[in-house]
Each structure stands twice: as C-alpha cells, then as structure tokens.
C-alpha cells in the first residue's frame, strides 16, 4: 500500500503508546486483584515506560515529489497589526472619552480632574492596550476572512464592550457618569466611541502594512511502500533502509538513511 512517513510514525507511535497504557491497566487490574490481601500488599505496583524505540524500515519512493498547499492565517502579521490596533484604538477612544467629558456640563474638576491627565498616562494606556489585545488575539483565526481581509466588524464588536468596561466603567471613572450634571454623558460616548471605531479602524489596519492575513505554504510529499509484497516486485536498486529512533516520552524522532542525520 502507498503511505506517507507522517502516517507510518502517528500508527507506530499510537500504537506504542496504547500498549504501554494497556500494560499499566492490566497490572494495575492485577494488583488490585492481590494486593490488598494478598502477597503483593505493601508492594508498590510497577509500571511500564517504553524507552527509545529503533525501527528499521524498507521503503520505496513510488511517485514523485507532489506539491501541496497549505492555507492558514498569517499568524505574524496578525500579531503585529493587533498590537499596532490595540495601541492607536487604545489612545484614540481615551482621548474621545476625555474631549466629551470635557466638553460636556458635568463638573468633574472637583473629584475627576485627573481625566484630563489620561491620555498623557502611559500607565493607564498600557494598561487598557494590554486588555483589548488579550481580547483580540484570543481567537485570531476567527478574525480573518477568506479574502485574507480582518474582519472590522468583528473587531469593533470586541472592542466596544470592553472600552465601556474597562474606560466607561472603570471604577474610579464611573461615578462621574452619576452625578445628576452628566445626565446621558454615558450614552454619548459609547456612541461617539462607535463612531470613531468605525471611521478610523480601516485606516489603523492598512497602516499596519501587513498586504494578507493569510498565508499558503507549499510543500513537497513523496509517496512510499513498506509491504513486503510490494517491495519484492519491486528492483532492489529501488528499495532504501531508513532507521528511526523514537523516544515516546520526549517525542524526539531522529532518522538516519545512512547518510543524513535529520
């Protein structure tokens, strides 16, 4: 049968541990069979841990290299535009929050007049930075669309709730927003919060110069035979040995064809 070496290693290495599995459960069964009572009482129950295991194989290449492509999300570039995201989204929705508070009738000068200083505080900015971008990256597949295009809806509709969590409400903010001066102060700027996201966030992403989120990779495969049936019709010339240690523990897997260490 035709196989590929992924499939030969995931059978050998599934079967490997299954057995090891199957061998600690039936002494396990067998120890509790006779060890309360029994001879084995007191005794601590062994246990059975495969070591390095070498196999040799004999194989044949039957087609040649078949180029196969790959598509998943440019995990990079989204990183880099998140982080990018997350920085101007973070400063451009303190400064609309402290303009409309600003230029609102509350009085905040008396118990908020730190407000004026927020968005000059980097400390306050990294944090709400650090809190969108654990948001936003938590899924990242799920930004991206087939186009390769991040899904701006989708990240504004992360993006609000948390700007009104962690801006809006934030505790030492959101008494400002009950004081009978600040009567719908709240509700302007989650709008106006809206608003900015969605006028300015197609610009933040482009700026970010990241031209796809999602990548192809191309790679090559070979077709091979390992029965034995079908390596005896076949030349000797054709037919290769391969030695392969696995150590199931660590999942370390070395090849050697005789030639290459891999």
């Known amino acids: 049968m035709a196989t590929t070496l992924k499939d030969l290693?995931?059978?050998?290495?599934?079967?490997?541990?299954?057995?090891?599995?199957?061998?600690?459960?039936?002494?396990?069964?067998?120890?509790?069979?006779?060890?309360?009572?029994?001879?084995?009482?007191?005794?601590?129950?062994?246990?059975?841990?495969?070591?390095?295991?070498?196999?040799?194989?004999?194989?044949?290449?039957?087609?040649?290299?078949?180029?196969?492509?790959?598509?998943?999300?440019?995990?990079?570039?989204?990183?880099?535009?998140?982080?990018?995201?997350?920085?101007e989204v973070s400063e451009l929705l303190i400064k609309t929050m402290v303009h409309a508070i600003k230029n609102s009738h509350a009085n905040y000068t008396t118990k908020f007049a730190?407000?004026?200083?927020?968005?000059?505080?980097?400390?306050?900015?990294?944090?709400?930075?650090?809190?969108?971008?654990?948001?936003?990256?938590?899924?990242?597949e799920s930004l991206i669309d087939a186009n390769g295009n991040m899904k701006e809806d989708l990240l504004i509709g992360i993006l609000m709730p948390a700007a009104v969590e962690y801006l809006i409400d934030h505790e030492d903010i959101r008494d400002l927003f009950r004081q009978d001066d600040a009567v719908g102060l709240r509700e302007y700027i989650c709008d106006e919060f809206e608003r900015v996201l969605k006028k300015e966030l197609d610009d933040i992403i482009r700026e970010s110069a990241v031209s796809s989120f999602r990548r192809i990779q191309k790679y090559g495969s070979l077709n091979i035979v390992v029965g034995d049936n079908q390596l005896s019709q076949l030349p000797p010339e054709s037919i290769h040995p391969l030695t392969i240690t696995v150590n199931p523990a660590t999942q370390d897997i070395q090849a050697n064809d005789g030639k290459t260490n891999y």
Not at 57 to 63: E, F, G, M, R, S
Not at 121 to 140: H, K, P, V
């Open 9 to 87: 290693l995931c059978t050998v290495l599934t079967d490997v541990m299954r057995a090891q599995h199957e061998s600690n459960m039936r002494v396990r069964r067998l120890y509790d069979q006779y060890g309360n009572d029994g001879r084995l009482a007191g005794i601590k129950p062994p246990s059975a841990a495969i070591g390095n295991l070498t196999l040799t194989l004999n194989y044949a290449v039957t087609d040649g290299i078949v180029e196969e492509e790959e598509k998943g999300v440019n995990e990079k570039g989204v990183d880099r535009t998140l982080r990018y995201v997350c920085n």
């Open 114 to 140: 730190f407000v004026d200083m927020l968005p000059e505080n980097r400390d306050f900015l990294r944090q709400i930075r650090r809190r969108f971008f654990a948001l936003l990256s938590a899924d990242t």
